[in-house]
């Protein structure tokens, strides 16, 4: 009896293989440490054929764990992390290692592409905003800078595209990503004037097919099976891109609430509901992004802080780095353990933090690749405790920020990552944007989304609504109201924390200029 979904997520820190019934329950799920290394310059890379190993072993983990997975599985749908640019050749064999979204190498072509009047034609095509992290100024540094590399390939994945190819032996891309990178989201297609003004017409060819996963999919090839253990010609469906996935698997498709969903994890994304083309929303800045969703016209409007956890993380290296120079060990759990008790001794607001620790810079809702982290407001009375709060309140000031560059601010907000387990991080973000904050019991949204739309695909559905009626909105928590008295003090806050980033913008590009030199 064939009763399993497979969704695979293949992030940024893991890569993961999750079993669901037909009905939403999570049944099991496997996963592995993902790994690429970052490169002088603001390059950040992976190993391809490791990336899909890597996968591969998940799913043998995977079958490990539920009896007779291979016999059981309905259908596999593969996510995976978004933008950067992953180069094969006509064989099917890497051109060289896949550029990631931290890749800034592209940052000085974004700027220059930027600048054009010409860029607003790409935007309003797109509805998204350039930064060097995407696959179109990627492919333009390397027209520049590495032409050789780009003469021995025949087609430029993204992560999720290349796990599909190794799955089906087919090459193609998903409407989310197609559209937001090279095309129009109107029609869900490529649009040449947006190769154009990127610079990239000429590398058309290097652009896979566009399938739509609710409706299309493939059989998993013999050399695929053998590699994970699953039935050759189960049916492979290539789910949109993972930040796409994740919203729907944490509620985002609510057409009664329309709520805002937030993504705390390694970046921070956050999005709204559009349902008709016309319900997006661009702003004058030209940030930001829009993404089809897997239910015809609707879409989802999103804006994205480079860095969420990557804050959380640095500070708390801090204190265990300084342990560990005294020959006292603490896991990064056990750090992160302490949070909450250096939130609850601290005072709100007294510092404010800009949440910029990527090497890339920012993209939402500005785009500076220059942008960098630090503190505001330090005096000789503050503490660690005062600095973790702080760094924790500048990802809810760095939230704000981005839906405020979208249209109101969401009354309800649908939180997921890791770091929505904090309880203290809960309550600063609903104060800071003033909204009740519901999560998820579903630990796995970002798998979940991509099993969601294999459902649709295989007729297990109608319709995606029918799918997040059974799978999504049974397992929302109760609303956490927004905490009045503090949401008084971070509002009193918030044009000092726009004015910051706005001030410190010509130190960062000063700052820059002297590392160039």
């Avoid at 054009?116 to 995407?134: H, I, N, V, W, Y």
């Avoid at 333009?140 to 025949?154: E, I, V, Y």
């Avoid at 349902?275 to 609707?298: K, W």
């Avoid at 704000?400 to 991080?425: F, K, Q, V, W």
Wanted: charged letters at 20%; a negative charge; hydrophobic letters at 45%.
């Amino acid at each position: 009896m064939r009763d399993v979904l497979i969704g695979i997520d293949a992030g940024t820190s893991v890569i993961k293989s999750v079993a669901f019934d037909t009905a939403g329950r999570q049944l099991a799920a496997a996963a592995l440490p993902n790994r690429y290394e970052t490169l002088p310059g603001g390059g950040a890379e992976q190993d391809l054929a490791r990336t899909w190993a890597d996968t591969a072993t998940t799913l043998r983990q995977l079958a490990d764990k539920v009896p007779d997975l291979a016999g059981r599985t309905i259908a596999i749908a593969v996510t995976g992390q978004g933008d950067g640019t992953w180069l094969i050749d006509k064989e099917g064999e890497p051109v060289a290692k896949g550029w990631l979204w931290l890749d800034a190498r592209a940052a000085a072509i974004v700027e220059e592409i930027r600048a054009r009047p010409d860029d607003r034609l790409r935007f309003e095509k797109t509805g998204s905003g350039l930064a060097a992290c995407q696959q179109g100024p990627q492919l333009a540094f390397m027209k520049r800078n590495a032409p050789d590399m780009l003469a021995g390939a025949t087609t430029a994945f993204h992560c999720k595209d290349w796990l599909y190819f190794n799955l089906t032996g087919d090459r193609a891309t998903d409407p989310s990503e197609g559209t937001f990178t090279f095309g129009d989201f109107r029609t869900r297609g490529y649009c040449d004037d947006v190769l154009e003004v990127l610079g990239v017409a000429d590398l058309r060819h290097l652009l896979p097919p566009i399938v739509d996963g609710t409706r299309q999919s493939a059989g998993l090839s013999a050399a695929a099976a053998e590699a994970t253990g699953l039935l050759s010609g189960t049916p492979v469906v290539l789910a949109y891109v993972d930040v796409a996935c994740t919203a729907l698997g944490a509620g985002l498709l609510d057409r009664e609430r329309k709520p805002g969903c937030s993504i705390i994890g390694s970046t921070g994304m956050h999005m709204r509901l559009a349902q008709t083309p016309d319900e997006v929303l661009l702003n004058e800045a030209r940030t930001g992004y829009t993404m089809t969703m897997p239910a015809p016209g609707v879409f989802a409007q999103m804006q994205s802080n480079m860095a969420a956890t990557l804050n959380i993380d640095w500070i708390l290296s801090l204190a265990s780095g300084i342990l560990a120079s005294q020959g006292i060990t603490r896991s990064n759990g056990e750090m992160i353990a302490l949070v909450d008790e250096w939130i609850s001794s601290s005072e709100p607001a007294s510092l404010l933090y800009q949440p910029y620790v990527s090497e890339a810079g920012e993209r939402g809702p500005f785009v500076d690749a220059n942008a960098r982290a630090g503190f505001v407001g330090i005096s000789s009375r503050h503490g660690y405790a005062d600095m973790v709060r702080a760094v924790i309140e500048g990802l809810a000031f760095a939230s704000r920020d981005c839906y405020a560059a979208m249209g109101p601010l969401p009354s309800e907000i649908r939180l997921t990552g890791g770091a929505a387990r904090s309880p203290a991080l809960r309550k600063i973000l609903g104060a800071v944007v003033g909204a009740d904050i519901r999560t998820s019991q579903r630990e796995e949204a970002g798998a979940a989304g991509a099993a969601m739309i294999a459902a649709v695909c295989v007729g297990q559905y109608a319709s995606m609504d029918e799918c997040v009626g059974e799978w999504v909105t049974p397992l929302l928590g109760a609303a956490e109201p927004s905490d009045r008295k503090l949401a008084a003090i971070y509002e009193r806050a918030v044009p000092s924390y726009t004015l910051a980033h706005e001030a410190l913008r010509p130190v960062w590009r000063s700052m820059a200029a002297s590392r160039a030199n």
